[in-house]
Structure formats: C-alpha cells, structure tokens
C-alpha cells in the first residue's frame, strides 16, 4: 500500500465552466441571424420579380381573365 496513490474522483467542468455553452449559444445565435437575413432577402427577391412581373404582364393577364382566355366560349348577358 505504500506504492498507492490516492486518486481523487474529479467531476469533469461543466459547459459553463469550460466555456463551451458560450460558444453553442454564440453559434446559435449566429444560424438565427443568418436564417432571418436569408428569409428577408428571399422575400426582397420575390417581391421585386412579381412587381417587375405585374407590370409587364398585369393589363395582358387582367385582360386574358376578363375575356375568359380568347373568349373562345359564348357568354350570355
């Protein structure tokens, strides 16, 4: 017994005290903010085709369903 060492049990630090938790919330944080300034730039992008759309194609298109596609079929009035 005189060759033993006596080992302490250490409990390993934990997320808080290691510095680990600071970096997922950070990471976290990051993918939410990249996430919204994707969603805000696909909205932009959409928005911009379909007014730029609207205005070539709106009188064409409202036209198009007001004569029921070439007014092909009879209307009664």
Do not use: C, D
């Amino acid at each position: 017994m005189k060759n033993s060492k006596n080992y302490v049990m250490t409990s390993p630090a934990t997320l808080t005290q290691s510095g680990l938790l600071a970096v997922l919330l950070q990471r976290q944080r990051r993918k939410v903010i990249e996430s919204a300034r994707r969603r805000t730039r696909r909205e932009q992008v959409r928005a911009v085709f379909w007014n730029w759309w609207r205005a070539l194609h709106g009188a064409t298109v409202g036209r198009l369903f007001r004569r029921g596609f070439g007014g092909t079929v009879p209307r009664h009035t």
